[in-house]
């Protein structure tokens, strides 16, 4: 099993959709999560930091599932700018350091 | 500011020449990192510098040599590079390199990157 998993997509939605992403992970030992987004030949941005009792920041809310090992990002009211690809950022390599998915590709159409 | 500057951003060289980027964060953070990204792949992991010491290094060739004059800047040196070395180069920061839930001491602030191509 791969240290962290996404659906790489891509999801192709029109606006005003509300579309969700799930990462897995399978370092039970993890203990910091995030969704980070990454414009085309730009760099990633952080999106949210997720937290065990969920949060919700705008249209955008991030829950985690530390029991089955996964994250979940759910976008409402999709808008055109929400085009990207979104990273799911998780903490548990041999040395603790950060290791990202591969990255879901949204693109949201008029 | 908030903000981790690197330059240049593009880069061409030969395979012989002898380059550098440098990245710069003033955010006083006190961990800063190295990642290559190619195209349509997630950034990975080069090297991490925790309070100017090398704290990881992802077994990278040694073709790349980086270095922590001081705790607000990080450079890369690059040697006798191969064309598949050609990547975004991201330089990273966050206020530490502590990898709990909790702090937020790990969130990462990107720099821009600098695109390099090896003839």
């Known amino acids: 099993r791969k240290e962290v998993e996404q659906d790489p997509g891509p999801f192709n939605v029109p606006e005003g959709a509300t579309v969700a992403f799930n990462c897995t992970y399978s370092?039970?030992?993890?203990?910091?999560f995030f969704w980070y987004r990454q414009d085309c030949r730009k760099e990633p941005k952080l999106l949210m930091s997720?937290?065990?009792s969920g949060n919700e920041d705008g249209r955008f809310t991030a829950q985690l599932n530390r029991a089955s090992q996964y994250i979940s990002l759910l976008i409402r009211d999709s808008k055109l700018s929400d085009s990207a690809t979104y990273l799911c950022?998780?903490?548990?390599?041999?040395?603790?350091?950060?290791?990202f998915g591969k990255g879901t590709k949204l693109s949201v159409k008029p | 500011d908030t903000e981790v500057t690197q330059t240049p951003k593009h880069l061409v060289m030969g395979m012989t020449n002898k380059k550098s980027l440098k990245c710069e964060q003033h955010?006083?953070?006190?961990?800063m990192y190295w990642y290559k990204q190619k195209a349509k792949k997630p950034p990975e992991l080069m090297f991490v510098?925790?309070?100017?010491?090398?704290?990881i290094n992802e077994s990278v060739p040694s073709r790349f040599s980086p270095e922590c004059p001081n705790s607000s800047l990080l450079n890369l040196h690059l040697h006798a590079l191969q064309p598949e070395d050609s990547a975004l180069y991201l330089c990273?920061?966050?206020?530490?390199?502590?990898?709990?839930?909790?702090?937020?001491?790990?969130?990462?602030?990107f720099g821009a990157g600098s695109r390099l191509t090896v003839l």
């Open positions: 990273a920061s966050s206020p530490d390199q502590i990898w709990d839930g909790h702090s937020g001491a790990n969130v990462l602030t």
């Open positions: 370092n039970s030992a993890s203990q910091s």
């Open positions: 997720v937290y065990s």
């Open positions: 950022v998780v903490n548990g390599g041999s040395q603790g350091n950060l290791i």
């Open positions: 955010m006083g953070h006190r961990a």
């Open positions: 510098y925790s309070y100017e010491k090398l704290s």
